[in-house]
């Protein structure tokens, strides 16, 4: 488990984010800023403020690949691990032949599933198409929301995988049928806690402004 720290003005965010902690149920989620009041746990739904986050290491492009370990599975039962193969050998308690000697790999961080953003108003339209308008194994589930914004998932047979385009295109023709004034509709990743949008907060933050997907507490 990587270490965690109270998190301090002096802390920074990378490219790829950086882990943080909730301190009511110990849920670990990757943020990519900072630049926020409060956020919502999306485990435990808790409301936590800024400094009450603990703050791990951030993710590097290291992490993102997958790296490999390697496995002697002893006929008898048990298995053996090993950095290498020559770490795995000198590991070995019985002879080579009666284990069966492979090659693992680890995945590393995945890129994040693309999802739906939109405009919070329209969460009850996103449930009616969901509920009407897709095929039973298929659903678009509320994950996240924060100031006006909300992100919802795709799930097929109970799994959350990527938003299919064509679905989104669907979602898109239903909501132009039946709304006007949708500010914010979005197909992209899933932008984790704070629903931080670079394309759209980072004028705002460099012009002093409060992000619409980050929450201001008073002191």
Known sequence: MPYFEPLTTSHRVTMHGRLV?????????????LGFSALQCTNCRAMVRKYDWTVGPNVTRKDLQPTYHW????????CTFGKTKRILMSRLSHPESEYIITKEELPG???PDLVLVIDRRFDRAVQVFSDKHLPDNQALEWADSSGNRSVHLFMLDGEQVDLPYRTFQLFKDFLAERHTGVDLLMHREDPGLGIYLPELDEAILQAGGIPDGCIKVKA
């Open 71 to 78: 496995k002697a599975q002893y006929k008898r039962g048990g």
């Open 109 to 111: 961080w995945s890129r």
């Open 21 to 33: 902690r909730c301190p009511h149920c110990n849920h670990v989620s990757r943020v990519y800023h």
